[in-house]
């Protein structure tokens, strides 16, 4: 007896995005063991954290840059490009 096989149109729908941006609504950053602190006085303003920044959780000031904590999920990338290593990577507090 052959089997048959099933084409991917055989498969159920797990889940669709019903509109775009929905990922605003979702504040990731509670996922996060480590949070980045920003040493804001020995900053440069070079922005690699901002370009590096997997999340897009880099906030861009005039002079220095933030952190939304709100997306940031603790990856360490920011403070590991940092030039002038003012980024340290700090144990979150629950
Ligand atoms: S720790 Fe990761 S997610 Fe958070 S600001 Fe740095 S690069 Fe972005
Ligand atoms: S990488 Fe470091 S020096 Fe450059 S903008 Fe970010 S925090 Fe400032």
């Known amino acids: 007896m052959s089997e ?3 084409g991917w149109k055989s498969l159920s729908i797990g889940g ?3 509109e775009p941006g929905s990922a605003m609504k979702y504040k990731t950053g509670d996922w996060r063991a480590f949070k980045p602190v920003i040493d804001q006085k020995k900053c ?3 922005l690699l954290c901002w370009i590096y920044c997997p999340d897009s959780a880099i906030i861009r000031l005039e002079k220095y840059v933030e952190v939304n904590y709100d997306y940031c ?3 360490g990338i920011c403070a590991n490009e940092c030039p002038v290593k003012c980024i340290t990577m700090v144990e979150e507090e629950r």
Request: contains cysteine.
């Open 44 to 46: 440069i303003n070079c």
């Open 4 to 6: 048959k096989k099933l």
């Open 73 to 75: 999920k603790g990856c």
């Open 16 to 18: 669709y995005l019903l």
